[in-house]
């Protein structure tokens, strides 16, 4: 069979036939003239014009249908039939719908990764959400449900991708149904209130995003380098394939462009993981004990803490307003945590601090977490560990410190109603006055009459939330959350000899981020998870780094090329077959 394009079918078709009618003029004026008939010269070029049309029949019919086109195709168009000529020049803009879809997908993986940079900080997320709705719905997970979403639609988004890459192979029309660009629109409005709630009320997730990118960017170059090495197949044959000059110089200057910029970030990439040697493991402090394993701020909480080798024991207390006892409760009421609206019903919603401790020891304290399953470990518990979490009360300030004490542990804690006109913070010294704990185990936090418990208990140890009140009192000691610190300032810290602890630490790689940045000590909710690392998740030594990325970005480049010569030789041959003379010579007309 002859292989041309419709260009050549179409030049080489209109030649042979203004041939075959000057020969068919010239025999009808010879007439009856002794020369040699023309019928053998009409009839050769009858046979190519046979060929030709032979030729074009074969390139307008339906190649042979397969079951991977007819998935493909079915999946992408919806059309699980081929489609004839005329259908296919009524698609309205199929490569547009291509880009569009493209650009779609690179959005939903953008934000599957900001949900996932921000599951260390989901806790927050659902709390904050409870907070606003407790008195219409139950504690749920909705941060669980923001993730599913996302999964859903990079899941989605990114195989409609694929199939519209396999569409390209197989050289099958772009014709993106209708419903599909429904979706994508949805994709696109979803994400877009996702970005919009973020930036109005949890802006401060931006900068966990950005962090993240120091633990992640250097494998993120090098994924990238492979996708694109894997897609540029596919972008080299639809620019060869591409009729128009302006369109093939356009395709391979962004192409061009975005390889550029892959190549290359490796040389703004920053990461204090990028380093010879790591740094001495940071201690762990246990928040509110250790709330994955067992209900927040009870004792099977912390006890749990002590088998995590923690330092110190981080809560919240408050105190009794009528009996002044020290308690230990996060929330400013019980509903969250407690059976408050079941035992105290009308009262559900009064701060904490307004019930006797005798009334507070009436409610159950751990039920909650076996119901709720706060961060989805209730599974991993054994069932003594659930009966036991189910009988949880709330303990007294006193209970924690005869623990501390017992450990050997330090106390670190948040005075929740600490304003100048109570005497919270009095009730609270004298109780760890009277339990006879060391001094030095106390570390102080409320920056409330901080002077006045300083010249009371000069041994306690201070520690600051704020720099510059830190500097002023001439501490060493500072308190402050993980996203509000760089690693840059971390080391100018240590240096000064101050001990830096990052609060709201969760998740592995965060935890080797700030291992990596040199920090003293970490205030976590997983306490497990860190207890048995060693070394951090990854680190490596930026000479090590630059080799590996010069070499595979050179690697890459190569095999890029190489596909780029063969797509541009395949190309070629099939061209030059056009012109086969050899081929067409046995119908050719002799002069």
């Not at 599951?119 to 907070?131: G, I, L």
Request: aromatic share 10%; proline share 4%.
């Amino acid at each position: 069979m002859i292989h041309m394009d419709v260009f050549g079918h179409r030049l080489l078709k209109r030649k042979l036939t203004f041939k075959a009618q000057n020969v068919s003029r010239k025999g009808h004026q010879e007439g009856a003239s002794s020369g040699p008939s023309p019928a053998p010269q009409l009839l050769g070029s009858a046979a190519v014009l046979v060929c030709l049309g032979d030729v074009k029949t074969r390139e307008t019919m339906p190649s042979r249908d397969s079951v991977c086109r007819k998935c493909c195709r079915g999946v992408y168009s919806c059309h699980w039939s081929q489609r004839t000529n005329r259908e296919r020049k009524r698609q309205r803009c199929p490569c547009c719908w291509f880009l569009i879809l493209s650009v779609v997908s690179l959005l939903t993986i953008f934000w599957m990764y900001v949900c996932l940079m921000a599951v260390n900080d989901q806790d927050d997320v659902n709390w904050f959400a409870f907070s606003k709705l407790k008195k219409r719905i139950d504690w749920i997970n909705w941060f669980m449900v923001v993730v599913i979403v996302a999964a859903v639609l990079v899941t989605y988004c990114c195989l409609l991708l694929l199939f519209a890459l396999f569409q390209v192979a197989l050289r099958e029309p772009l014709d993106l149904h209708w419903i599909h660009k429904v979706f994508l629109f949805l994709a696109v409005l979803i994400i877009a209130g996702g970005v919009a709630g973020i930036t109005i009320k949890w802006k401060e997730e931006w900068t966990t995003v950005h962090l993240s990118l120091q633990a992640t960017a250097p494998f993120l170059q090098l994924g990238g380098v492979v996708a694109l090495t894997l897609l540029s197949s596919f972008v080299f044959q639809s620019a060869v394939r591409s009729r128009r000059g302006v369109s093939r110089f356009i395709i391979m200057v962004a192409f061009v462009v975005v390889s550029a910029a892959i190549f290359l970030c490796p040389l703004v990439i920053t990461s204090p993981c990028l380093l010879d040697t790591p740094p001495e493991k940071p201690e762990l402090i246990g928040h509110r004990g250790a709330p994955m394993l067992a209900p927040e701020n009870t004792m099977m909480s912390f006890m749990r803490s002590v088998d995590c080798g923690v330092m110190a024991f981080e809560t919240d207390v408050q105190v009794s307003s009528n009996d002044g006892v020290p308690f230990l409760m996060h929330d400013d009421d019980s509903v969250r945590t407690t059976d408050v609206a079941k035992i105290f019903k009308g009262r559900e919603f009064n701060n904490s601090s307004s019930f006797t401790w005798e009334e507070l020891q009436k409610l159950n304290a751990g039920e909650w977490f076996i119901k709720t399953d706060p961060f989805g470990t209730v599974s991993s518990l054994s069932e003594q560990e659930k009966a036991t979490a189910k009988n949880q009360s709330i303990p007294s300030l006193v209970d924690l410190l005869t623990l501390a004490k017992q450990y050997n542990i330090s106390l670190i804690f948040d005075l929740k109603n600490e304003a100048h006109d109570n005497n919270d913070w009095n009730h609270t010294v004298v109780t760890i006055l009277k339990s006879n704990i060391s001094h030095a185990q106390v570390l102080w936090l409320p920056s409330t009459h901080r002077d006045e418990v300083k010249e009371w208990v000069p041994g306690f140890q201070h520690v600051y939330s704020n720099k510059t009140q830190m500097d002023l009192e001439r501490g060493n000691w500072l308190n402050l959350k993980y996203n509000t610190v760089d690693s840059k300032n971390i080391k100018e810290l240590k240096a000064r000899n101050i001990s830096v602890n990052l609060w709201g630490v969760n998740e592995p790689w965060l935890f080797s981020l700030v291992w990596c940045s040199g920090v003293s000590s970490v205030t976590t909710n997983a306490c497990h998870r860190f207890k048995d690392m060693k070394e951090p998740m990854w680190y490596m030594s930026p000479n090590r780094y630059k080799i590996i990325w010069i070499s595979v970005d050179a690697a890459s480049l190569l095999l890029m090329l190489m596909l780029f010569l063969l797509q541009w030789k395949l190309r070629q041959r099939n061209r030059s077959a056009l012109w086969n003379h050899t081929e067409l010579h046995p119908f050719l007309p002799s002069n």
